[in-house]
């Protein structure tokens, strides 16, 4: 059974930094598109940052040269280091891994990503 698991969620100042951290059993890590995405109240889930097989990665513009995502293979881990942090990148964050290979212009979107972690959240003040 697949099982992920975030933590490293909190509350910052604007400017801050937070790492988020994702733990994964029950699958082969290694063979998993993984990736982080956010819900923020009355909003709608948007992908934030991808990784996929070959270690590719891909961002939403809105946090390009802010986030950095990595993954630990030996660890089965993934990571979300956030930088430069917003009052709108408050949300909750949510840890997602896909089986079947995903196309690059759908790596972002929800939808393809089969599981999902319970999510974590980060709050932001100005």
Avoid at 12 to 18: A, C, T
Avoid at 98 to 116: E, F, G, K, V
Wanted: with cysteine; charged share 15%.
């Amino acid at each position: 059974q697949v099982q992920l698991a975030e933590s490293g969620g909190g509350s910052v100042q604007s400017g801050g930094s937070l790492r988020l951290s994702c733990a994964a059993s029950g699958y082969s890590y290694s063979s998993y598109y993984m990736g982080w995405f956010r819900q923020a109240p009355g909003k709608e889930r948007e992908g934030v940052a991808v990784v996929d097989v070959d270690g590719i990665t891909r961002y939403a513009d809105s946090v390009k040269g802010r986030f950095t995502i990595s993954r630990d293979n030996a660890k089965n881990s993934l990571y979300l280091q956030m930088n430069s942090l917003k009052p709108e990148d408050t949300a909750m964050y949510y840890c997602a891994a896909a089986l079947t290979r995903i196309a690059w212009w759908a790596l972002l979107l929800p939808t393809p990503y089969n599981y999902w972690g319970q999510g974590t959240q980060v709050t932001v003040s100005s």
